[in-house]
T-cell receptor
Framework: DAKTTQPTSMDCAEGRAANLPCNHS???????VYWYRQIHSQGPQYIIH???NNETNEMASLIITEDRKSSTLILPHATLRDTAVYYC???????????FGTGTRLQVFP | DGGITQSPKYLFRKEGQNVTLSCEQN?????MYWYRQDPGQGLRLIYY???????QKGDIAEGYSVSREKKESFPLTVTSAQKNPTAFYLC?????????FGQGTRLTVV
């Protein structure tokens, strides 16, 4: 199973872009990369996902390297409400398992 | 509205008693999952099911049991064999590239 590694914590000033990295060096060809965030022990909230192309939605952008071994979640204008734990997940193509990474605790400060 | 419902939100049980956590989804998702989260920790996979009447163990299945008699339902039983059952339990479901989480059940065993 592909595993992910993320920095334990990051800080970001309000209004600036938050760039959260994720390493998934053992990802296989049909596995998707998902990003979720969890605010204070609520259920994780879906942010974005991608296979190999960069993706953008109203919440964030996802940049996946050409070799697919790493990705970056970008919150273009972080707000205090974006303070949360962000999880990078690899979706196993054959078993549908959602394998969580360690998560990055993002603190947005005024 | 479609979604995943976990009930109850808070649950208290005496040590040695089995307890069943409910998870229902009306999203027509094929796969369903149970995760456990301990304070300050990430999510660990307990069990998952890809189709009705089939399920597989995750990383920490010992002391837990599940059933998948209906597509919409994936109840988790925490048995007396689980040594440290107090935790936050999250249910999720997915189909193709969609994956969504419930709001969780906080189980406290006293």
């Amino acid at each position: 199973d592909a595993k992910t590694t993320q920095p334990t914590s990051m800080d970001c000033a309000e209004g600036r872009a938050a760039n959260l990295p994720c390493n998934h060096s053992t990802i296989s060809g049909n596995e998707y990369v998902y990003w979720y965030r969890q605010i204070h022990s609520q259920g994780p909230q879906y942010i974005i996902h991608g296979l190999k192309n960069n993706e953008t939605n109203e919440m964030a952008s996802l940049i996946i390297t050409e070799d697919r071994k790493s990705s970056t979640l970008i919150l273009p204008h972080a707000t205090l409400r974006d303070t949360a734990v962000y999880y990078c997940i690899v979706r196993h193509y054959n078993t549908d398992k959602l394998i969580f990474g360690t998560g990055t605790r993002l603190q947005v400060f005024p | 509205d479609g979604g995943i419902t976990q009930s109850p939100k808070y649950l208290f049980r005496k040590e040695g008693q089995n307890v069943t956590l409910s998870c229902e989804q009306n999203l027509n998702h094929d796969a369903m999952y149970w995760y456990r989260q301990d304070p300050g920790q990430g999510l660990r996979l307990i069990y998952y099911s890809q189709i009705v009447n089939d399920f597989q163990k995750g990383d920490i299945a010992e002391g837990y049991s599940v059933s998948r008699e209906k597509k919409e339902s994936f109840p988790l039983t925490v048995t007396s064999a689980q040594k440290n059952p107090t935790a936050f339990y999250l249910c999720a479901s997915s189909r193709d590239t969609e994956a969504f989480f419930g709001q969780g059940t906080r189980l406290t065993v006293v």
